[in-house]
């Protein structure tokens, strides 16, 4: 018991460690914020709910195995070597792929018909929802 609370340690300080240094991370957190909330207002159903979580989920366990790459690869190689660049930019790119997906999953959720009728009832409280997560988006890149 005691090693598998010390792997959840280890885990969430790497986490705790990508989400500080990685503002690409922070923006999907951010994004996955945005749709739960979007999701809460319009009453998905169940299912719907699943597939957000889900994709939310699978974007950003893709850019920490990402970001874990990275750093070993910057690690193992401080000059510029093709290969690596290459490694590099696979990985990003598969985070790129993981979070179109989740945009089409997103689109299929949210512009359903009774979905969206229901959002745009509640243009107000999407209207502060998009204010926040604007203000959350330029605080993370002013950062940098």
Request: charge should be negative; avoid cysteine.
């Given at each position: 018991m005691k090693q598998l609370l010390f792997s959840f340690a280890c885990a969430l300080r790497g986490m705790r460690r990508a989400l500080k240094s990685e503002r690409n991370l922070q923006?999907?957190?951010l994004a996955a914020g945005a749709v739960c909330a979007l999701a809460h207002l319009s009453?998905?159903?169940p299912w719907a709910w699943a597939a957000?979580?889900?994709c939310s989920a699978l974007v950003v366990g893709a850019e920490l195995l990402n970001t874990a790459l990275e750093v070993l690869a910057d690690r193992v190689e401080s000059k510029k070597n093709a290969l690596i660049r290459d490694a590099k930019d696979v990985a990003a790119g598969a985070v790129l792929c993981c979070a179109i997906g989740a945009i089409a999953v997103a689109c299929v959720v949210f512009l359903r018909t009774e979905v969206f009728a229901t959002l745009s009832r509640r243009l107000p409280a999407l209207?502060?929802?998009a204010v926040v997560a604007l203000f959350s988006l330029v605080c993370i890149l002013r950062k940098r």
């Open positions: 923006i999907h957190l009453g998905v159903e957000l979580i889900s209207a502060g929802l």
